[in-house]
C-alpha cells in the first residue's frame, strides 16, 4: 500500500466525484425556463466534471494507493461518513463516469426535442452521483444510500414516458401467459423495477444490521481489522446468512435469478437510459457489491464462508443459463439486449462466485472485474447503437427492421464491433479475454462441482455467439422489412443518424476492441494490480489468506510477491478454455450466420415440429417465471388482502378509527376549557401551581 | 470586575450602542416614518456582527469553560453562554429581517428596533449570569421590551388585550424570582449562584422546606417563560395576539432565554439539594407535552397552533432538563434540541407572518392551496413543520431522539425516566395530527383561488436560510450536537461529588 491519502489534495477530488452529480441535479431545474442546449450542455458538462475528477485519482489506484477520509457523522452512533477510494474503487469510479459522460454526449441528440428535459437530465445526474456514492462510499450504510437513490432513479427514469402511449410499450401486445400480460406499460415497468429492487433491498439492510449488531460498524476497512464480530455471528451460524442476505441486494440490483424479470420491462425507458442501467450505473451495482465485500468475507475464509460463494456462482450460473435461452427467441432487439446482459452479469457472478471456491482467490476475481470491464464498454455501445436504430425505423421489433447495414454504414460496422465483442470473437476482442478468463479460472478451481459450472458457462457462450449474430443478421442484413418500405414509400428515408449520437458509441466500441487487441497485456496488468491490492488490504495471496497482521510487517515483502505474481498470473494460458471459448464462438456463430446473415436455412422451418415448438414457447414465455412471480407476488396476496381489508381493515377504519379520533377530539376541547381568556382563571391555576409543585417537592 | 473584552461585555456594547443611536438617528431625521429599512438594516447588521464575535470566540477562545461556576464576578465567558447566544442571535437576526416587510405599513420603527436589541442584550446576559442579581437585571431587560413590543399594534385591541396578560404574567413571575432569590439569600447569605450551591450542601436540615419552596418558586417564576404548564396560559392568548415576528420572538427567544435560566439556577444550581426535584420536572414535563398538543389539535388559527405547539416543545425539552443528573447526554440533547426549535419555531412563524402580510390570512382554512400560491413558504412551513413533529431526517428529528434517548439512557437511577420517552414519543404521534393537517391543507386541497402571490424576498431569504439550516443540520448534525456537548459539563453527577 502507497498510503493512505486523507482530506488533503485528492483526497477532496474523491469527495467530488459523487457530489458534483447531486449538485449538478440540485442545478438544472434553475435552467427550466433556458433553452434546450444549455440544458443539455450544463448536465453533459456536470457529468464530464466529475469523470475528469475520477481520471485525476486514476494515478493513485494504479500504483496501489488509496484515499479514505472521513468525516463525523452519526456522533451518537459512533458512525463516519467517508469516501474509501482503492484501487477497485477507483477503477469502477472511472469506468462508470467516463461510459456515463458518453451516454450524456449521445443523449444530447437522442432526447432532442424531448419535453421533460429537466426530468430527464435531474434523474441521470441523480442516477450517476448515486451510482458512484455507492462505488466511493467507505461504509455499507452510504453505500445503501448510494443504493436507494439508484433505485430511485431507475425507477423514475424506467417510467420516463409516463403519458404510457402505445409506442412506448414493450412486449408484443396482446401476448398473454397464464392470464399475466406480457407486454408493459412504461408505469407499470417502473414500478416493477422499483419493487423488486425494493425486495432486493431489504434483504441488504437485514443483512448490513445484522452484521451492525455484532460488529458495531458498517464501515469495510473496520470490519476488516478488527474480526471478533464475525467470530460472534459464526458461533450464532449467522455470517453465512448475514453475507447471504446482503447478496441479496446484489441480486436484485443486478436483475439476477429470480429477481431477474424487472430488467427486461426496463426496456420502456429511454434507449440512453437502457445503456446507463446496463452499463454503468444500476446493474453493475450488485456485481460491484460482490467485488465489494467478497474479498472480505474470503479474508474471513477460516469460518468457512465457501457457501455463500457457492450460492453467488450458482445464482449466476443460473442467471446466465435462463436468460441467454430467452434472448434466443425474442423479438425485440433491446430485449435481446437486456437478457444479454443479464445472462453476462451471470459470468461476472460466477467467476466473483468461483474466486471464493479456490485457494487463488485473485484469478476469478480479476475475471469478473475484467468482464465487467468488457461488457459495460460493449453493452454501452450496443444500446446507444439499439437506440440509433429505433431512432430511425420508429420500432422496437427487429422484424421491422432488416436490410439496414447499407443505410446507416457506421452503425452498423460499429454495432458490428460491439456485437463481436459480446459474442466472444476470438483475439480481437475484449469480450473474448474476459470470458476466457472466466472459463479459465472456472477449470482452475478446486470446487467439487466446477466441471458443471463450466458446462454451462461454454453452453451460454455458445448461445450468446448464436443470438448475437441473430440480432446482427436481422437488423443489418436480408431484405428491407415492410416497415421500412412503408416508411421509404411515405418519404422517410431511411439514414445515418448524426455526429453527435453515433461518435459515443462507436468510441465504446473501438475502445472495447482496442482492449481485445492487447487483452492479454491488458488482463495481466488488471491482474497485477488486484493481486497487490488484494494481498496488501486482505492478505489475500495466490495461496490463500495469510493474518492480516503479517501483512502490514512484511509490507515491501509482500508486494513483491504480488509483482512477481502478476507476471506469472499474466503468462499462464489456459490451452482448455481458450479453445473452449473459440468452439463456443465457432459454433454458435455458425448456427447465427447461416440462419440469419446467409439465410441459407429459414429458422421458421425448424420450429414446425411439436418439441421445438414447446421449446420455442417455453423459452418466449420467459420459462413462465414471469407469470408464476405475479401470481405469487401479485394476484394472490392482492385477493388474500381484499379478504383482510374487507373483514378486518374496514373494521378498523371505520370501527375504531374515528373512536380514537372522536376521542382525541374530546380531550382537546376539555383540555382547551380552562382557556377561556379570563386572567382571573389564569392566575387561579397559576398560584394553584406554585403550589401543587410545592407540595410535590415536599412530598 | 468585567473584562471589557470578554464576549458577553462585546455584545452588549455592540448591541446596546445600537439600541440607543437608533432613536437619536430617528430623532435627528427630519422626514419622520420612511426609514423602515434602514434601521433593520442596523440593527441586522449589529446583530451579525455579535453573532460573528460570538462565534469567532468559541473557535479562537482557548480554556473557555463549558459553563463557569465562579464566585469571580457576576457574568462569566463560557460555552454555554455562547451557545445560547448563538440561538438568541439567530432568532433577533430572523425576526429583523423578516420585520423588514411585516413592518413596511406600520410606524414607530426606530423604537421597535430598538426594543428588539435591548430584548436581544437581555437574552444573551441571562446565558453568561452567573449571580442572581444579574441573572434578575437580565431577565427585567429582556422582559420589558417584549411587553412593549407585544403591544405594538396600539390601535389593535387583541395585541393590547396580549401585552396586557403578557405583562401581569410577566410582573408576577419577576416577583416570584425575586422572592425565591429571596430565600437563597436568607439562606445562605450570597447572592452568587455558586456560593448559593456551595451554601446549600451545609444546610440546616430543618430550614430545607424554605430550600425547597425556592425550588418551587423559580419553577413557577423561569416556567412561565419556558411556557410548562400551568404557568402557561397567558401564551396562547399572547403568541397570537402580539404582531407575529414579536411572538417569533417570544417563541423562539424569550422562550430559550427561560431554559437557559433554569439551566443554570435549578438544574446545575440545586444539583446539590438532594430532593426529587427532577420528578416534579417529569410530572410537568408530561404535562406540559400533553396538554400543548391536545390545545393545539383543535385550533384553528395558525400562530395559535404554533404557540400550543411551542407549549408542547417546551415538555420535550424538559425531558432533557429531568434527567440530566442521571445521565451524560440529557442536558446536551435539550440544549441542541433548544437550537434546533429556535430555528424550527423561528422559521414556521415567519412563515405564518408571510402569510398574514400577503393574503392576510390567519386561519387553517385560508390556507389552502398554499403550496401553489405561495410556493416557498409554503414548502418551508412543512419543512418546519414536519422538523418540530421529528421526522428525520431533519434537525427536529435528532433533538428528540436524542432528548428520548436521554430519559431511556437514565431508567438505570431512576425509574420514571422511561416513561418521559414513552410520552414523548406518543406525543409526537399526536403532534402529527396537527402538522400534517396543515400541510394536507396547504398541498392537497384546493385553494380559493390560483393566483401566485408576490412572496416578499427578505421573508423569502430568512425561509431559505432556516430552510439550509434544518435539512443541513438534519443530516450532519455532529457539529451541533458537539457544540452543545461542549457547552455543558460532562458529568453532572461528578460535579456534586467535587463539591
Redesign the interface.
Known sequence: MVGAIGFEGLGVNAWLIWMLPFIGAAFIPILRNKNEKLKSYVAVGFSLLSAFLALSILPVGLSNGEIHSQ??????LNLD?GVLADPLAIIMSNLVAWISAAIFVYSISYMHKEKSLIRYWFFMLFFIGSMQLIVLSDNLLMVFFGWEGVGLASYALIGFWYQDRKKDYVGKEGHTVWGIPMWTSPTHAGIKAFLQNRAGDIMMLSGMFLIFMYSGTFGFRELLTDQTWAHAMMQQNLLVPAAVLIFGGAIGKSAQFPLNEWLLEAMTGPTSVSALIHAATMVKAGVFLVARIGPLFFALSVFNMQQFFEIVAWVGAITAMLLATQALVNPEIKKVLAYSTGSQIGYMMMALGIAGLTTNFIDGYTAGFFHLISHALFKASLFMAAGAILHTVHSRFMTDMGGLRKNMKRTYIFMLLASLSLAGAPLITSGFWSKDAIFASILDSNYEFSSYLFFIAVTVAVMTAFYTFRMVGLVFFGKPSQNIVNMENKGHRIREVNQLMWLPFAVLAVASVVIGLVGFAFEGQLHHVFATYLSSTFGITENGVIPLSEVQDTTGTVEGEGQHEATSGGSEMNPVAVAASVTAFGVGGFLGYLFYIRRSVDPAKINENVVSKGLWRFLYNRWYLNSILYWMGVVIPLGFYRRVNKYFEHLLMYGINPSVQHS??F??????M??S?D?Q???Y??S???I???M???S | MIDIFSTPALVTIILGSVALLIPILDALNKERGSKNKVYSAIAFGALALALAVVISRIFTGENLPALSLTNNGVIADDIFGAFFSIAFLIVSIMVTVSSWSYMKKKSNHAAYYSLILLSSIGMILIGYSTDFVMLLVAWELMSIPTYALAAFSKRDPVSNEAA??YF??GA?SSA?IILGMGIVYGLTGTTNIYDSVVGMTTLNPDLM?FA??A???F??GFG?KMGL???H??L??TYSGAPTTIATLLAAGTKKAGFAAAIRVIVIGLIALN???T??LA??AIFTMT?GN??A??QKSIPRILAYSSIAQAGYILIGLAVAPYTNYGLDASLLQILNHAVMKSAAFVAAAAVIITIGAYTIEKYRGLGYRMPITALVLAVALLSLAGVPPLNGFWGK??IF?SAIDAGDQAWWAPYLAIAGVLNSA?SL?YYIWIIRKMYMEEGENRIRQKEPRPIVAVLLFALGFMVLFGI?Y?PL??LASMAVPNDLTHLIAAR
Do not use: N, R
Open positions: 468525516i463525523p457523522w452519526f456522533s451518537a461518513a382525541m377530539v380531550m382537546s376541547k376539555v383540555a382547551k380552562a382557556q381568556g386572567v382563571i389564569y392566575l391555576v397559576f394553584a401551581g406554585i401543587v409543585i410545592t410535590l417537592l415536599l | 396586557i396578560k401581569l404574567f408576577l416570584i422546606p425547597l419552596l425550588v418551587a418558586l419553577i413557577a412561565f404548564v400551568p404557568f396560559m397567558w396562547p392568548d430532593v426529587h426535584w420528578i416534579t410530572i410537568i396538554l391536545l390545545g389539535l383543535t431522539y436524542l434517548g399526536l395530527g450532519w455532529g450536537l458537539d
